[in-house]
């Protein structure tokens, strides 16, 4: 499954620039190890033993993953999934 | 007291003092870092005694690299003894309430707004923006009005009339947006990249948080520079409840007041509790819900300092309670009935709780307790709906007479 991955600004860095990254897997936890294949940087940023860390929160298509399987979220043809800091609001 | 940086509260990295709230590093928030070396005690209570009316007067303590200035200052709420409250819950206490609802917009959010907009200026920002529950939005409009910023508030179309329509009365550019709180939040989370805004919660944050401080050194000033033994604080995103916790740490390191950190008790309305929940289960994260609840200035489903406010309640031996709706509307008929204070709905969240803590046992004889009503009652009307009867009669003496009938006959 073919998925847009959209990076924030401040970990463009890791990606050479890139705002988006194409890369494909049928999971949410198969999409992003298939990000940090190309980007290894990022792996550390964003999780810590496996996990996400405590103040990352992934979207899919719009919904927190935590709200759905996390990591073992299912993607379809076409979502999106974005990855935030959890850190504003209130 | 000079601010140095921004550093993060997870990994210690540090940043410069710009619009940025999240580390690079471990995406953990961002904080303002002072350096304390300069500062003595004495100095620093002779410029607060001698500063405004208001939150500046604590201009030592906040983030800006100039003396911070803004048309409608904050602060400086009444801080009310309130025997008869005490006495309705049979607590043998010292029952303060900290009416922060005295604010020009009436909450407590006109004191991060302040600090946000006067550092949205110290960083040449024209445009300010929030996601707002309600309260936030009121304090954005009216201070960017005052200040001659233009303005872009962001808030669940959902929302309150009342708070929608003192919003929009500034003249701001009010967008409903059709979703949650937490929807509306990473919206502006994306935004906040793409527009060169100030977005006062999201990359103003560090800044913005701060001005949360002002409550707890009032509270201390007001007390005669001493310290509660308790506080009983709402908990939305956890903010108000680690930064108030932050401002009475401050003063104790600097020497400005002695002795130790109240117990911290947090309050949560049952249909919205990602923290209560998160204490009672023994987690030191939150898991996020989808709210559903009449206290919606509280409705934050995935709080952003969840963790840092369990932190706080743990580590002074408090606790994180919930309510349910129902306790909310008789919160806010019970502080006012025996105050004189009506409170939104965030307020019966916070009185309702001081009442569970009474019933469980766990205010003792002689505590002094300080509970922090941070809304006004005026924003939330329905809540009061039903909650009393109006007596409704002729203009004449005989109908007043037969409604109210005299047990002695005149």
Sequence with gaps: MAVTVKIPTQLRAATGGEAEVEVSGSTVGEVLDAVFEAHGDLRERITQDGDLRRFVNVYVSGEDIRFQQGLDTPIGEGDEVTILPAVAGG | ?410
Excluded at chain 2, 29 to 48: M, N, V
Excluded at chain 2, 94 to 121: G, M, Q
Excluded at chain 2, 217 to 237: H, K, M
Excluded at chain 2, 333 to 360: D, N, P, Y
Aim: aromatic content about 8%; proline content about 5%; overall charge negative.
């Design chain 2, 1 to 410: 007291m000079s601010l140095e940086s921004l550093k993060c509260k997870e990994c210690g990295s540090t940043y410069e003092l710009g619009a940025s709230y999240f580390c690079e590093n471990c995406f953990g928030p961002l904080e303002a870092s002072y350096d304390h070396s300069g500062l003595d005690a004495d100095g620093a209570k002779r410029r607060i005694q001698a500063g405004s009316q208001g939150i500046w007067r604590y201009a030592d303590f906040l983030p800006f690299e100039g003396r911070p200035g803004d048309p409608l200052e904050p602060g400086l709420t009444p801080l009310l003894r309130a025997d008869r409250l005490a006495e309705r819950l049979g607590l043998n206490a010292e029952l303060w309430v900290k009416n922060d609802a005295a604010n020009p917009t009436h909450s407590f959010k006109d004191r991060v707004v302040a600090v946000a907009v006067a550092k949205a200026r110290e960083l040449g920002f024209d445009t300010v923006a929030c996601a707002s529950t309600g309260n936030l939005a009121n304090a954005v409009a009216a201070h960017a009005a005052a200040a001659g910023l233009e303005s872009y508030v962001f808030v669940p179309a959902n929302l309150e009339e009342q708070k929608l329509l003192a919003t929009g009365i500034y003249g701001t550019n009010l967008v409903g947006v059709r979703g949650n709180y937490d929807d509306v939040n990473r919206l502006c989370t994306q935004l906040a990249e793409t527009r060169p805004w100030a977005f006062v919660n999201v990359n103003l944050r560090p800044y913005y948080s701060e001005g949360s401080k002002t409550l707890a050194y009032e509270t201390v000033e007001q007390l005669g520079w001493e310290l509660p033994d308790r506080v009983v604080c709402p908990i939305a995103s956890g903010s108000l409840f680690t930064k108030v916790g932050r401002g009475f740490q401050e003063w104790l390191d600097i020497g400005l007041v002695a002795g130790e950190q109240p117990v911290f008790n947090g309050a949560q309305a049952q249909g919205c509790s990602p923290v209560a929940t998160a204490f009672a289960e023994g987690w030191d994260v939150c898991k996020p819900q989808k709210p559903e609840t009449i206290a919606k200035s509280l409705a934050i489903g995935d709080p952003a300092d969840g963790p840092y406010a369990l932190e706080q309640a743990r580590k002074t031996g408090g606790r994180v309670d919930s309510v349910t709706d129902e306790e909310i509307k008789d919160g806010i008929r019970l502080l006012a009935e025996t105050t004189g204070i009506f409170t939104e709905t965030a307020g019966g969240v916070t009185v309702g709780v001081l009442r569970k803590l009474a019933e469980r046992g766990d205010i003792g004889d002689g505590e002094r307790v300080v509970v922090y009503i941070t809304g006004e009652g005026l924003k939330t009307l329905d809540a009061a709906r039903d909650r009393f009867q109006m007596h409704e009669i002729d203009p004449d003496l005989d109908s007043f007479e037969s409604e109210f009938r005299q047990e002695v006959a005149v």
